[in-house]
């Protein structure tokens, strides 16, 4: 392949402009197309780029000369695009979660595996420098518990609203952290979780969601994690990541690895600068090195297992759901 990857884009709402300009800074990647059924807000987007503009997914996919395709809309519609796309031999990007139905997404593994291109999902954390500190940290230690919290507000899109077609907020926004959990902690073998439905929402029936959702991750390795996230607290937003190990406590604070008490263990330095992860995939393509995919779809297809299995818990009334109840060949 030559170094220029000539790339697609479905979807160009506010995740795929800020995608596009990730990709603004690798010098191997051209914008080739771009689609949306807003029609003049893909106009608007591809006049930059001098690119082709569509409005049907699959029309583009079969029209256009490309190495690559960016899948940014949300969960509940990518009906076949993956499968089309791979059966084409594209290489693909397809931002978080990877689809809200978890037989789509098996699905569509099976059509990237088989047609053997390269994927990587949009988990961004896996690229940030302080949560790569934090990965090399965990390496080798021995995890007792961890906690995450992410409380904020509701994006502005009708379509997150509702939960039928977001899936919550656990799905669709804080699976970065539930991915950021598995990356350190192992698989996760089950799941239980609380949902606060109709509360805090109760007066504004265009919302779905929950407002507030409480999860309990079981891992493989008999290790435990708590996920508290909220969608309720308007404006702004804060966040918390915090793992028990022996005889310590180990947090995230910014781009730092804060162990309490200080000095029980030994913190790596920094992270040497690294491409972030638009670059990676285009390198990757560019130059058919995988180990620059940190998120494949086959791992991130996982990452949505586990929060599909909380909205089956707490839809069930905190039933433990297995993992294997959603991935059986896993």
């Known amino acids: 392949m030559s170094q220029t990857v000539r790339i697609g884009f479905i979807g160009t709402g ?26 003049a807000r893909v106009k608007a987007v591809a006049e930059p780029y001098g690119a082709s503009v569509y409005t049907d997914g699959a029309k583009l996919i079969e029209n256009e000369k490309l190495d690559a395709l960016y899948i940014c809309v949300p969960p509940h519609v990518h009906g076949d695009m993956e499968i089309r796309a791979a059966r084409k031999g594209l290489h693909l990007f397809v931002e978080k979660p990877v689809n809200l139905y978890m037989d789509k997404a098996i699905e569509a593994n099976k059509a990237i595996q088989e047609a053997g291109v390269m994927s990587q999902a949009g988990y961004v954390l896996r690229y940030f420098p302080g949560f790569m500190r934090m990965h090399e940290f965990l390496k080798g230690k021995e995890i007792g518990t961890a906690h995450v919290f992410r409380w904020g507000g509701m994006p502005g899109v009708p379509w997150w609203r509702r939960y039928e077609q977001a899936g919550g907020q656990l799905v669709e926004m804080t699976t970065h952290q539930v991915d950021f959990l598995r990356w350190c902690m192992g698989e996760a073998e089950s799941v239980a979780a609380s949902y606060s439905f109709n509360r805090l929402f109760r007066d504004d029936p265009s919302v779905s969601v929950p407002d507030s959702q409480a999860t309990l991750i079981r891992f493989e390795s008999g290790a435990s994690a708590t996920v508290s996230t909220s969608c309720v607290i308007g404006s702004g937003g804060m966040g918390g ?40 995939f285009v390198k990757a393509i560019a130059t058919g090195d995988r180990s620059l995919l940190k998120s494949p779809f086959e791992d991130a297809m996982k990452s949505l297992a586990v929060t599909l299995a909380a909205n089956r818990s707490a839809e069930e009334g905190g039933r433990m759901v297995k993992l294997e109840e959603l991935l059986p060949d896993s």
């Open 14 to 39: 506010g995740i795929a402009q800020a995608h596009l300009g990730g990709l603004k800074a690798v010098p191997e990647a051209e914008i080739v197309a771009l689609c949306d059924i807003d029609e």
């Open 241 to 280: 990541l915090d793992f028990v190990l022996k005889n310590a406590r180990a947090s995230l604070q910014g781009e730092n690895v804060v162990v309490d008490p200080e000095g029980t263990y030994e913190v790596p330095a920094p992270p040497a600068e690294t491409p972030g992860i638009d670059a990676s």
